[in-house]
């Protein structure tokens, strides 16, 4: 078959592509050139990649964490404590038992919450009690099945459990005595005095939250009640469902579940704002780390025009072989494509590399720069999260190649357009 009647793409188009990219600048080719542009994409797809991972593992992290730790649904009566009211729930067990019949819920606890001041060892901080039942601990998830823990959760009637981070600033470990003092305490003819109590620490957790582990301490129902003076009654309820993120529906049927005179507040209405944050700087992100792969994919015009101006020669004797204009720009396109496609897979090989290996990767460099590298005080969890999906990847991929590939098409028209007598009488 000639070559005007070969088909589209085909093989001596993929070769002389192929031939002019190996070539060297002794034989007027653009080596260092189209080197440089295959590792600016695969840097920048590197980085976009790993970008999206850590943007993506950061919210899934998040997330999980605010619901693993936290009601999905807080349900207040108007004489809650936290509604500046005096009392709570006093048919909290029949309140309890209604909410945990809507369909979509998996977990109901009434619980009773106040802000204490914690003492050992010569040390003050201010904490959040929560006041649940044994049973009702044993369901929280990240809880009872936590980051990194110490004691067991077995002897929890018998003290406290408390967060990792109260147990670091204060120096306790199981086994030793914390102080909690309420303002709230016994009332007495010349006012009320305040309470304060020792308990045991019985079981420390570690949920990779900054702001629950510094400040959350969890204490039996029962005590909690006797405790904060409120014997027969329940701060509020918190309940879990089964899509945390369809939440909105669920409203008005826990609301006539709970009974009236009661107030929703849902994990979206507590960090909503966070996830928009996260949503963003997500979307910002996105955009400017495109923009550094269009400046990479910008690097291929100007290796291929430096490629088309050197084989000017090279062009008017292949259209006198017989070459159409079609045939030349294929070639070109091919050369600057084949530029995108192969940074793209490397680009694609490390930044997939970086988000599954990034915890040794951040270890290393801890321990090289001296630690400090991610302070979890700062940024309210543990360690950098990244997670790895599939659309993420797809979608740099589609990114990296549909501007490799639109770069490439003005070159390669000017050199279809090229008249080979011209191209012939200027050499």
Not at 74 to 86: E, Q, V
Not at 300 to 317: A, P
Request: aromatic share 10%; glycine share 10%.
């Amino acid at each position: 078959m000639s070559a005007s009647g070969a088909g589209a793409f085909s093989a001596y188009e993929w070769s002389i592509a192929w031939r002019y990219l190996r070539a060297k600048r002794a034989e007027g080719g653009v080596s260092v050139m189209t080197l440089i542009s295959l590792i600016g994409i695969a840097l920048a797809v590197w980085a976009l990649i790993a970008t999206m991972a850590v943007r993506t593992g950061f919210r899934e992290d998040f997330t999980d964490t605010i619901l693993g730790a936290n009601a999905h649904v807080t349900i207040y009566s108007s004489k809650s404590p936290a509604l500046g009211g005096t009392g709570g729930f006093e048919d909290y067990e029949d309140a309890t038992a209604r909410v945990a019949a809507v369909d979509g819920v998996v977990r109901v606890a009434p619980i009773i919450r106040a802000q204490v001041m914690a003492s050992a060892n010569r040390r003050n901080t201010g904490v959040e009690i929560y006041g649940e039942s044994y049973a009702d601990m044993q369901t929280v998830p990240l809880v009872a099945e936590p980051e990194t823990f110490s004691g067991t959760l077995e002897n929890y009637e018998n003290g406290v459990a408390i967060g990792a981070g109260i147990a670091r600033e204060l120096g306790l470990r199981v086994g030793d005595f914390i102080t909690l003092t309420s303002p709230d305490g016994v009332k007495t003819p010349f006012g009320t005095a305040p309470r304060i109590n020792d308990y045991e620490v019985v079981y420390i957790f570690q949920v990779g939250r900054s702001d629950i582990d510094r400040t959350r301490i969890y204490m039996p129902f029962d005590e909690a009640q006797s405790f904060f003076n409120r014997e027969g009654l329940a701060d509020e309820l918190e309940v879990f469902v089964e899509d945390p993120d369809a939440i909105e529906a669920m409203n008005l049927p826990l609301m006539q579940a709970a009974g009236e005179r009661t107030l929703l507040w849902t994990w979206k209405d507590s960090s909503g704002g966070f996830l928009r944050a996260l949503e963003v700087e997500e979307n910002v992100m996105f955009v400017l780390l495109s923009i550094l792969v269009l400046i990479a994919t910008m690097n291929i015009i100007s290796g291929l025009i430096m490629l088309v101006k050197n084989k000017t020669r090279d062009i008017g004797i292949l259209r006198t072989m017989g070459l159409t204009r079609g045939a030349i720009m294929r070639v070109f396109f091919l050369s600057g494509s084949l530029i995108g496609i192969v940074g793209t897979i490397f680009g694609v090989i490390f930044g997939c590399l970086f988000a599954i290996y990034i915890d040794q990767i951040f270890g290393f460099v801890d321990g090289l720069l001296g630690g400090g590298v991610w302070d979890p005080n700062v940024r309210y969890l543990s360690r950098l999260p990244a997670e790895l999906r599939m659309a993420d990847v797809m979608k740099a991929v589609t990114l990296s190649l549909g501007l490799s590939f639109v770069v490439t098409i003005i070159p390669a028209w000017r050199a279809a357009r090229m008249n080979p007598v011209e191209a012939l009488r200027n050499e």
